[in-house]
T-cell receptor
């Protein structure tokens, strides 16, 4: 059974800091890994998708890495802004998405 | 292009009552998924439709839950009778047939059973 763990559960940083969110999964037989963002009362928005054959993906200030053999992924956010405040979810795809509990991020001005 | 929509956004019912949640996927998306997040837990898969057929319903918690997708368009998820532990946020997602991993999520329906 696939289990996805995200650390930390919550994080508060001042604006401008670079930060790293961590995700680990127990079964390396995945098709891909995605990072989502969820704002209160809204659905999930896909930020980055890394195929199982890839090592990383970048979009703007976001960079996600994948080490399938060790079952780990990191989401790096550069120069954080208050608008980045949200819950970030990691999910691995094997026929359906398996989610972690998420990291609640607060970026203070 | 309209996104995935869900109705209602919030429902409060008493234990033993029936509730029906609706999901309208993105037009043309053959895949439709239901997920649920209960308090303090991660989002969990419930079931997957391909058009009107149930592809995988391994995540459905018990037979009090019934999902349908008549005509392969919108889907409903009925809970009958509702129990306290059914409270949570129910998400619907859809994806194109050939890219089942590329799922677009709706805003969710928050269900509170009292």
């Amino acid at each position: 059974k696939q289990e996805v763990t995200q650390i930390p559960a919550a994080l508060s940083v001042p604006e401008g800091e670079n930060l790293v969110l961590n995700c680990s999964f127990t079964d390396s037989a995945i098709y891909n890994l995605q990072w989502f963002r969820q704002d209160p009362g809204k659905g999930l928005t896909s930020l980055l998708l890394i195929q199982s054959s890839q090592r990383e993906q970048t979009s703007g200030r976001l960079n996600a890495s994948l080490d399938k053999s060790s079952g780990r992924s990191t989401l790096y956010i550069a120069a954080s802004q208050p608008g980045d405040s949200a819950t970030y979810l990691c999910a691995v795809y094997v026929y359906a998405l398996n989610f972690g509990k998420g990291t609640s991020l607060l970026v203070t001005p | 292009e309209a996104g995935v929509t869900q109705f209602p956004s919030h429902s409060v019912i008493e234990k033993g009552q029936t509730v029906t949640l609706r999901c309208d996927p993105i037009s043309g998306h053959d895949n439709l998924y239901w997920y649920r997040r209960v308090m303090g837990k991660e989002i969990k898969f419930l079931l997957h439709f391909v058009k009107e057929s149930k592809q995988d319903e391994s995540g459905m918690p018990n037979n009090r839950f019934l999902a349908e997708r008549t005509g392969g368009t919108y889907s409903t998820l009925k809970v009958q009778p509702a129990e306290l532990e059914d409270s949570g946020v129910y998400f619907c997602a859809s994806s194109p047939w050939s890219r089942s991993y590329e799922q677009y999520f709706g805003p969710g329906t928050r269900l509170t059973v009292t």
